[in-house]
Antibody, heavy 122, light 111 residues
Framework: QVQLVESGGGVVESGRSLRLSCAAS????????MHWVRQAPGKGLEWVAV????????YYAESLQGRFTISRDSSKNMVYLEVNSLRPDDTAIYYC???????????????WGQGTLVTVSS | QSALTQPASVSGSPGQSITISCTGS?????????VSWFQHYPGTAPKLLIF???KRPSGVSDRFSGSKSGNTASLTISGLQPEDDGDYYC???????????FGGGTRLTVL
């Protein structure tokens, strides 16, 4: 069965960096785009970034561009999100999610991880 | 401020039908048939209900249906059940830098 397991969250000081990881299993990883989505406390879902099935295309939420870097390692079935210059408003649950469409992406996420909580202290 | 606009809340009684709207622009909903809907309970991962405007993943009840007209997409839930109580989000593929946009979410209360 499809599984996505995030890790790497925790309490981090403002201004520091963090790398989140997502381990994927149970499907042909190299056929699917992978996304990160976050939810701040008391707020709605916010799309963060996507990496295409082949790793060549990466897109980011306009408001987050510059501090976030998404990547994937298809030899390990892993997706990563690196966040630099963390700010208190980056505090959120970060979810890894698979796109529903093979070989491109549509913004429909059919499988999600359980999320990893990032808390940025000021 | 979310790129897609949803009502903050809707409510209905068991057995009734409700519709949640999701309004975007020519850069997203109006130009692509890539609208999705999710159900989210606090503390759990969101669940995909509808993708590509009208398609239901296997295992999703046919009480959930999606549609689109112009720049507005809609999710209809028929035969409301108490367990439908929760938060609902729409998303769309988009042109521009942010290739995926979400709505702000709608809280459904089943009275």
């Amino acid at each position: 069965q499809v599984q996505l397991v995030e890790s790497g969250g925790g309490v981090v000081e403002s201004g520091r960096s963090l790398r989140l990881s997502c381990a994927a299993s149970g499907f042909s990883f190299s056929n699917y785009a992978m996304h990160w989505v976050r939810q701040a406390p008391g707020k709605g879902l916010e799309w963060v970034a996507v990496v295409s099935f082949d790793g060549f295309n990466k897109y980011y939420a306009e408001s987050l561009q510059g501090r976030f870097t998404i990547s994937r390692d298809s030899s390990k079935n892993m997706v990563y999100l690196e966040v630099n210059s963390l700010r208190p408003d980056d505090t959120a649950i970060y979810y890894c999610a698979r796109d529903v469409k093979q070989l491109w992406f549509t913004g429909g996420f059919d499988y999600w991880g359980q999320g990893t909580l990032v808390t940025v202290s000021s | 401020q979310s790129a897609l606009t949803q009502p903050a809340s809707v409510s209905g009684s068991p057995g009734q039908s409700i519709t949640i709207s999701c309004t975007g622009s020519d850069s997203d909903i109006g130009n692509y048939n890539y609208v999705s809907w999710f159900q989210h309970y606090p503390g759990t991962a969101p669940k995909l209900l509808i993708f590509e405007v009208t398609k239901r993943p296997s295992g999703v009840s046919d009480r959930f249906s999606g549609s689109k007209s112009g720049n507005t997409a809609s999710l209809t839930i028929s035969g409301l059940q108490p367990e439908d109580d929760g938060d609902y989000y729409c998303s769309s593929y988009a042109t521009g830098t942010s290739r995926v946009v979400f709505g702000g979410g709608t809280r459904l209360t089943v009275l």
